[in-house]
């Protein structure tokens, strides 16, 4: 009697579901960003894809961004969507893992994503397979006062001495060489990031954050070395660690602070701060080591199927919408970031030029210190980038710290 | 029934009718009008407290696998074995010791601030609100406001010690000043706390004995000592327990002021625990777990010894 109800039942689900797919089919979207700006440039592209798929039903769910990061660990099992953003790097390895996110390598196998979205496929890459695709990133690099740098004569470094040679004479001037806020940690990555993707490289970067090289290593040593000649050189500005990213930014805005190792969301905040296009401009982090290829950081936001969505088909149809060429130069326009698809092409913004540019030319792009190590291992090297920064003397327990809590993680 | 019918006189009749509820009414009512709140404390606190301890035995991320499993791993005691090796934990627990010796700080005060304000002036209602104020605004707020006031650049502290022609020290970046800069933004609303418990305490101080002391010859501190303070022994009893309670449940602030940073410099356990287990750099509920187990722990201590205080205290009487 049991069985026969279950059979029935299961019968009657299978008629429905296949009655539903043949009527219309259904899409839930889940979008992280309620901001006025990405909400809409989002909601274009979900207007276009209606346009091009009037047969397909699509229901929008949209979160706001840190929200999101908590209700992804629910829905994923318990009320999955059919597609969701999220993050590449190590930040996708725990649901890849959990074998919550599903294998789409046949999309990218069938829109030849190999090749026009080559710069992140490592980042989307898990055991050979890729789990979703990327939709925008934004380069990371020096931001600074064109004035003062004018007034000074000082022209952009593109060499490691050019670079501590206009510290210093920054320095001099009175003027604090670089501005930070590691109230919350993150920033000081950028700056280890930087320093290390150019002393060491690219791949010395992802052995590190997979765990395959201690921090007492030698190389890592030579990356805080020169760490230490920049602090040495005028550094940062005091009491930092009271401070989050915008009330460093709030120096730079004063003057009181010439450069910032920042991503391209903080134009923004400096045109809203009254600084006009004169007194503002990028270069690429200074080469150290000329045998070592530039590799870029460039977090990358990213698009996925979870493995309990509904409607796989329909999912897999938005992923090869969202990483097509055109739809992300629109996207990307709108949002002031930039496409990943190396067809697209981008807006007139100097920036956003510059960082097209540079990013196109990385021998390899980083995601982020935060999120290429996994994230206790994150937290605990940030802490002791932000130490470092503050006292520069306890490197080696900083180092030997760092060494016990990797050796914990990656057991 | 059939044994009721055959006698005469209706009361044996209807108490047998009611049955076996009707007939324990008086000992059932007390538990029918408890049953709401064991049921609710039994769901959020008790049964969450045997799960903490269950959960710190495991590793795990908080993550179910897509058919539903779990993804919890079985770890035994290598949690605490961790703990054992933890500089962050040692740091948080170092700290949790300084605020429980500093905020005792707020009881003398409370006392005094309360005796200062136990007088009738004109308008003296106004003078005790506005010391009662800080508790009555969110700790969020205390910590927001003081956080400003630490700011060596456009802060108060800064500019009194720009006035003095020093250079102001960036308190909350500061890893030696920063947990008593928190302690004692923590003690401003803590302070207004005991201050309130010992005005109505003062309330109902017997004027009688006051005057008795008096005729005796007893003024300053000896009246203070010997005949007030004890009188005002409830009041002291609470005031202590609410402050090693709010000691050893601060999180707010150091969450607004600092997320436990220079470094980890200003964590606590209870901060330490939320970084762990739900932090976006967390999600490791088994260690998580540990900690929490680690910080029910010493507050059983002090819990054990207030019921142990209490108990004693009402047998007494």
Not at chain 1, 187 to 206: I, T
Not at chain 1, 379 to 396: I, N
Request: hydrophobic share 45%; charged share 20%.
């Amino acid at each position: 009697m049991k069985s026969l109800l279950k059979t029935t039942f299961t019968g009657a689900v299978a008629l429905a579901m296949m009655t539903s797919a043949s009527f219309a089919s259904e899409l839930i979207i889940t979008y992280d960003d309620l901001n006025p700006g990405p909400k809409a440039a989002f909601e274009a592209a979900v207007e276009k894809f209606k346009g091009e798929n009037p047969d397909i039903n699509v229901t929008v769910n949209n979160n706001d961004r840190e929200a999101h990061k908590t209700a992804i660990r629910n829905f994923l099992t318990a009320d999955a969507p059919d597609v969701t953003t999220w993050y590449a790097g190590n930040r996708m390895r725990p649901f890849v893992d959990a074998g919550l996110f599903a294998d789409v390598s046949d999309v990218w196998e069938a829109e030849g994503f190999s090749k026009t979205l080559a710069s992140t496929k490592p980042s989307m890459t898990v055991d050979g397979k890729q789990y979703g695709v990327p939709y925008t990133y934004y380069q990371w690099g020096v931001y600074y006062r064109k004035d003062i740098f004018d007034k000074l004569g000082l022209s952009e470094p593109k060499t490691w001495d050019e670079f501590i040679a206009a510290s210093k004479t920054i320095n001099e001037s009175g003027v604090k060489p670089f501005t930070i806020g590691t109230k919350f940690l993150w920033p000081a990555a950028g700056v280890f990031d930087y320093l290390n993707l150019r002393q060491n490289g690219y791949d010395f970067h992802n052995q590190l954050t997979a765990g395959e090289v201690k921090y007492t290593d030698q190389r890592v040593r030579d990356t805080f070395a020169r760490w230490q000649e920049l602090l040495d050189a005028g550094g940062w500005v005091d009491n930092h660690a009271t401070m989050d990213w915008q009330e460093g930014m709030s120096l730079f805005i004063n003057g009181e602070a010439a450069m910032y190792v920042m991503g391209n969301f903080a134009v923004g905040s400096m045109r809203d701060g009254g600084l006009t296009e004169e007194q503002i401009d990028f270069f690429q982090f200074p080469v150290i080591n000329p045998d070592i290829a530039n590799a870029e950081e460039a977090p990358t936001d990213t698009w996925h199927m979870p493995t309990n969505a509904k409607n796989p088909e329909n999912a897999k149809k938005w992923l090869a919408f969202v990483a097509r060429e055109d739809v992300q130069t629109e996207w990307n326009e709108a949002l002031g970031q930039l496409p990943i698809n190396s067809n697209s092409t981008v807006g007139d913004d100097k920036f956003i030029q510059q960082g097209f540019a540079t990013l196109n030319a990385a021998a390899g792009i980083a995601q982020f210190y935060d999120r290429d190590a996994p994230a206790e291992m994150a937290k605990a090297g940030m802490e002791g980038f932000q130490e470092f920064m503050v006292k520069p003397e306890r490197l080696d327990a900083i180092l030997e710290r760092l060494d016990k809590v990797q050796e914990r993680v990656y057991k | 029934m059939s044994d009721a019918t055959t006698h005469p006189g209706s009361t044996v009749v209807k108490a047998s009718s009611y049955g076996w509820f009707h007939r324990n009414r008086i000992k059932l009512a007390p538990w029918l009008f408890l049953a709401p709140a064991l049921i609710f404390f039994a769901i959020y606190v008790v049964i969450p407290i045997f799960q903490s301890i269950w959960i710190s035995f495991y590793e795990w991320n908080g993550l179910d696998n897509a058919d539903g499993s779990s993804s919890a791993v079985w770890v035994g005691l290598r949690h605490y074995f961790d703990l054992l090796d933890d500089d962050r934990f040692y740091t948080s627990l170092k700290n949790n010791v300084l605020w429980l010796v500093l905020f005792m700080l707020a009881v003398p005060i409370g006392l005094g601030i309360a005796l200062f304000l136990n007088q009738t002036v004109t308008g003296i209602r106004i003078y005790k609100s506005l010391f009662f104020f800080p508790f009555v605004i969110s700790q969020v707020v205390v910590g927001l406001i003081f956080s400003w006031f630490y700011n060596p650049n456009f802060g108060i502290v800064g500019q009194v010690w720009e006035f003095f022609g020093a250079v102001p020290p960036a308190i909350l970046a500061d890893e030696d000043l920063v947990t008593y800069g928190i302690i004692f933004a923590g003690l401003w609303p803590q302070i207004a706390y005991c201050m309130i418990l010992y005005l109505t305490g003062l309330n109902n101080v017997a004027p009688d004995q006051i005057e008795a002391g008096r005729l005796d010859g007893a003024k300053g501190w000896k009246m203070l000592w010997y005949v007030v303070l004890p009188q005002l022994w409830p009041a002291t009893f609470l005031a202590i327990v609410v402050t090693v309670i709010g000691a050893l449940r601060s999180f707010d602030m150091i969450a607004i002021m600092t997320q436990g940073g220079p470094y980890g410099s200003s964590n606590v356990l209870s901060y330490y625990m939320y970084e762990t287990a739900l932090s976006e750099y967390g999600y490791r509920y088994g260690y998580g777990s540990a900690i929490a187990v680690v910080l029910f722990a010493i507050m059983m201590i002090f819990i054990s010894f207030f019921l142990w205080k209490m108990w004693r205290d009402e047998r007494g009487s």
